[in-house]
């Protein structure tokens, strides 16, 4: 071998060796993940996600920090994620506000498309539903609140996080079926509609089980109608339960990044994402927030997304809520 091959070969052998400690640092993930939440904290997503934060930062070995990005129907933090950069740093964890009741309700007002700028990476958390009433108010169950609305037009205000949420859909479905006159009166979050409710300033609240479950096991609020039964909470009937064709529907949440993120990236996170969601500690935890955790892989994930869609499309149409 002369001296040109010789020199070739160490050539190459440096480079080869020389990358080796370079792709190690470069494995993904080697800092923090920012988990963004488009709600407001106490919200119920952002309890979700706080619990499984902990749990993700262990299996992930970085810290997982939760972003809390509210407006617009949660369409404020999903659009940021979708415009961030695709390097797996910055996840979502979005309701089905964002991703199909606003597409619904308010399409001039979102400008991403799930299935074209989000990459799923597992279905997590669904929660139902529902409607309570502060302890001054006028009526005690769905049906005197329906009458009470009647024969007060007007004077039954529901706060809701903000227009385009699964409360305000709740709201508009309720009048569409029974001939109510709820009114929705949007807030920055959960917390702030039952400070409001509990004040004496709004009759009720339509928001997610896992945002309310405290108030409603210290008695300090009445739960109206849910989405679906929980077990928790059995007394509460559904619209099923009180006559009515259809239920409500319930909130869930999904965990997702930008589109375009690596394929490295995935393959941390979606496993990483499972075990979360399914760690018993956090299930039996939330379970009794008024949580379910469901885990679903990311294909089905998209799916659901789909098949609520046209769902939502449909009873909002039924409805007459949209054209």
């Known amino acids: 071998m002369n001296m040109n091959s010789v020199l070739g070969l160490l050539t190459v052998l ?12 470069q494995a993904y993930p080697t ?40 407006g617009a129907g949660g369409t404020v933090g999903t659009d940021s994620v979708v415009k961030a950069a695709k390097d797996g740093y910055t996840i979502l964890l979005a309701n089905n506000a964002s991703l199909t ?6 399409p001039q007002n979102v400008t991403y498309d799930p299935a074209k700028d989000l990459v799923p ?17 006028p009526f005690t169950n769905f049906a005197e609140m329906i009458d009470y609305s009647k024969k007060n037009p007007d004077k ?40 409001a409710l509990r004040g004496g300033h709004i009759e009720a609240a339509a928001l997610a089980l896992g945002a309310v479950a405290g108030q409603l096991k210290a008695g300090n609020v009445r739960g109206i109608v849910l989405s679906a039964k929980f ?19 319930g909130v869930w949440f999904g965990y997702f990044a930008p589109a375009g993120v690596p394929a490295e990236v995935l393959q941390a996170l979606i496993p990483a994402i499972e075990k979360a969601v399914k760690d018993p500690a956090i299930v039996s935890r939330l379970l009794g927030l008024g949580m379910i955790q469901d885990y679903a892989p990311p294909d089905r994930l998209l799916a659901e997304i ?18």
Not at 101 to 106: A, I, K, Q
Not at 158 to 184: E, Y
């Open 14 to 25: 440096a480079l080869i060796l020389g990358t080796v400690p370079h792709a190690r640092a």
């Open 31 to 70: 800092g923090p993940i920012s988990v963004v939440i488009p709600l407001s904290p106490g919200d119920a997503a952002d309890i979700a996600a706080r619990s499984m934060g902990e749990e993700l930062s262990k299996l992930l070995k970085v810290p997982i920090v939760a972003v809390n990005r509210p």
């Open 101 to 106: 009741f606003r597409r619904v309700l308010e």
């Open 121 to 137: 990476l597992g279905f997590s958390t669904r929660i139902p539903s529902i409607i309570i009433a502060g302890s001054g108010a």
């Open 156 to 195: 039954v205000r529901v706060g809701t996080v903000g227009a385009g949420s699964v409360g305000d859909f709740d709201i508009q479905l309720i009048n569409s079926l029974t001939g109510a006159h709820l009114v929705m009166v949007p807030f920055k979050g959960a917390g702030p509609a039952i400070a």
């Open 231 to 249: 077990p928790v909470f059995p007394d509460i009937p559904t619209m099923l339960d009180l006559g009515y064709k259809q239920n409500l529907p």
């Open 306 to 323: 789909g098949e609520e869609h046209r769902m939502v499309e449909q009873m909002a149409k039924r409805a007459g809520l949209i054209k």
